[in-house]
C-alpha cells in the first residue's frame, strides 16, 4: 500500500523552462511535506517543505504547491539548470508519528542545455 | 564537518554472516533513523530512536537490531546476512516533534553474495 506516489519515473526539460514534479498521497494524516534531492552514490538532500496549513511554499527557483482536497502537492523549479538533474522525492509526515516519512518512488529529473 | 555521517559506503559480504553499520550525526538532533533503499528505490523506515529510545520498529525481521549508544549514534547491526538484505542503507536525523527535515547519510550499498 503505496501512501505517496510519484507516478512520472522520469522528466525531461530544456534549460531555463519549469521543471513541474507531482507527487500524490493517500493518507489524510499527512500533514507536512517534504521534497528531498538525491545524486547518485550521495544521501537525499532536502530541498523545501510545505505544512498542510499553507497551499504554497517558494524558495528561491523552487515552489511548493498543495492541494490537500485533492492530495495532491507539485515542485515547480524555475528557471530550470542543468545542475538540477538529479532524482527527486517527496515526503510525507505526521505529527503523531515520530518524525516518520513516507518517500514516494522518486522522479529522475533530467535538464538538458 | 559532515553532519550525518555513516560507515562503510560500500560493504560486500557473504550470505550468513553478521555486519554492523555507524552512523554518528553532529546537528545535536535528538531523533535518528535507519532507511533502507531497496532495488526499486523505494525509501522505506526502518527504525526510529528518540534519545536512545526506540520508537519506530517497521516489522523488520530480528536479524536487524539497532543499538543507540548516545543521542548521537545509531549502529545498525544484522545478523545472518541473506541475499535480500542487499540494499542501500540511510542514517537520518531530526528533531523529533517540530516537522522538520531529516538529515540524511551518504549511504551504505551492503551487497550480500
Known amino acids: 500500500d503505496q501512501q505517496v506516489k510519484q507516478n512520472s519515473p522520469s522528466l525531461s526539460v530544456q534549460e531555463g523552462r519549469i521543471s513541474i514534479l507531482n507527487c500524490d498521497y493517500t493518507n489524510s494524516m499527512f500533514d507536512y511535506f517534504l521534497w528531498y534531492k538525491k545524486y547518485p552514490a550521495e544521501g537525499p538532500t532536502f530541498l523545501i517543505s510545505?505544512?498542510?496549513?499553507?497551499d504554497k511554499n517558494e524558495d528561491g527557483r523552487f515552489t511548493v504547491f498543495l492541494n490537500k482536497s485533492a492530495k495532491h502537492l507539485s515542485l515547480h523549479i524555475v528557471p530550470s539548470q542543468p545542475g538540477d538533474s538529479a532524482v527527486y522525492f517527496c515526503a510525507a509526515g505526521a505529527s503523531n508519528q515520530g518524525g516518520k516519512l513516507i518517500f514516494g518512488q522518486g522522479t529522475e529529473l533530467s535538464v538538458k542545455p | 564537518d559532515t553532519a550525518v555521517s555513516q560507515t562503510p559506503k560500500y560493504l560486500v559480504t557473504q550470505m550468513g554472516n553478521d555486519k554492523s553499520i555507524k552512523c554518528e550525526q553532529n546537528l545535536g538532533h535528538d531523533t535518528m533513523y535507519w532507511y533502507k533503499q531497496d532495488s526499486k528505490k523505494f525509501l522505506k523506515i526502518m527504525f526510529s530512536?528518540?534519545?536512545?529510545?526506540?520508537?519506530i520498529n517497521e516489522t523488520v525481521p530480528n536479524r536487524f537490531s539497532p543499538k543507540s549508544p548516545d543521542k548521537a549514534h545509531l549502529n545498525l547491526h544484522i545478523n545472518s546476512l541473506e541475499l535480500g538484505d542487499s540494499a542501500v542503507y540511510f542514517c537520518?536525523?531530526?528533531?523529533?516533534?517540530?516537522?522538520?527535515?531529516?538529515?540524511f547519510g551518504q549511504g551504505t550499498r551492503l551487497t550480500v553474495v
Open positions: 530512536y528518540n534519545n536512545k529510545e526506540l520508537i
Open positions: 537520518a536525523s531530526s528533531n523529533r516533534g517540530l516537522n522538520t527535515e531529516a538529515f
Open positions: 510545505i505544512s498542510s496549513i499553507k
